[in-house]
């Protein structure tokens, strides 16, 4: 059955841990609008390099010119994911067929719980359970991070608070390619008007387009939490194809705990009948270049 093979932890099959990432890309916004890769569990040096001056052409016998290269390196390294939950211990004696729908439900409830704790971690620098400070916060978080390129946001002349955050990349030398935007950023878009015409009407009646005048889009209520020193984000916009870097141990333990207290709920297992499923996901990311991205706040 399987639960005798989950009793001591086991591993989800490659393939279901794919379709657990492709999950989370559906629902997380930064992965979305983001590249990623697996990352061992010791982690990966990112190089980033900075080439200043332009190629040379050289003639026969002519002196190769020296240019100037700045590297500097971030290492990605994964953080460990928790989810887990209580269940009836009928579980136990259920079918196999009934087990595994049992597990299937889990997985996709913890694929859309993994990616709203990565978006809280990354975007706001929480703990995503208890929504406070986390030790990341200032140094791998966008809200930590991006603090020079930000635009004070107006419901009213929101696209022009989106342009003037690009604006502020683009003088940097930087380029866009994704915009990430609250539910109330979003809505203030459809609600723009130019002589009684609606200006964005992709995004009426609650919409949620893929891209925004060429640039990756989602709209996603991760860029608002309360908790810690959290801020309202209505936009995130930036180089999130090149300047952001997640990815995942590829390695998704779950188990089946039948004994004790192991969430800390103040009730024993057994004593009520119940059974704990556990899953851990382990997920790093980088923000690369804090020049690259600007945010439209409260």
Same mark, same amino acid.
């Given at each position: ?23 989370v ?8 609008? *983001?590249?990623?890769?697996? +990352?061992?569990? #010791?982690? =990966? ?8 001056? $332009? ?58 719980k ?6 809280i ?19 791998? *978080?966008?809200?930590?991070? +991006?603090?020079? #390129?930000? =635009? ?7 696209d022009? $608070? ?7 990349i ?6 866009v ?25 992709e ?14 889009s ?22 999130f ?16 705990i ?31 270049d804090?020049?690259s ?6």
């Amino acid at each position: 059955m399987a639960d005798n093979s989950l009793k001591q932890g086991t591993l989800f099959q490659p393939e279901l841990v794919k379709e657990l990432i492709s999950k989370v890309q559906g629902r997380s916004v930064l992965a979305k609008l *983001s590249s990623q890769s697996p +990352i061992p569990f #010791n982690g =990966v040096e990112q190089f980033i390099f900075n080439l200043e001056g $332009n190629a040379q052409i050289v003639g026969e016998g002519q002196q190769k010119g020296a240019g100037k290269a700045v590297v500097d390196t971030k290492v990605i390294k994964p953080l460990k994911f928790v989810y887990q939950a209580r269940i009836t211990d009928e579980f136990k004696y259920a079918s196999e067929e009934k087990q595994l729908e049992y597990l299937s439900q889990f997985a996709d409830g913890f694929a859309k719980k993994i990616a709203d704790a990565f978006d809280i971690a990354a975007i706001h620098g929480l703990e995503p359970k208890g929504l406070t400070d986390a030790t990341f916060r200032d140094t791998n *978080s966008f809200d930590g991070l +991006i603090t020079g #390129n930000i =635009v004070n946001y107006a419901e009213d002349k929101f696209d022009d $608070n989106i342009d003037a955050a690009v604006q502020q990349i683009v003088a940097k030398g930087g380029e866009v390619t994704g915009l990430a935007l609250s539910p109330v950023g979003g809505q203030a878009l459809a609600k723009l008007k130019v002589n009684g015409v609606v200006q964005y009407p992709e995004f009426r009646f609650g919409q949620n387009p893929d891209s925004f005048y060429g640039m990756k889009s989602d709209v996603n209520k991760n860029l608002t939490v309360t908790g810690g020193t959290a801020q309202t984000n209505h936009a995130i916009v930036g180089d999130f194809e090149n300047r952001f870097k997640w990815g995942y141990a590829e390695n998704i333990p779950m188990e089946i705990i039948e004994y004790g207290d192991p969430d800390g709920a103040g009730r024993d297992l057994k004593a009520y009948n119940e059974i704990l499923l556990r899953a851990e996901a382990f997920i790093g990311w980088g923000i690369l270049d804090a020049d690259s991205f600007a945010r439209v706040k409260a």
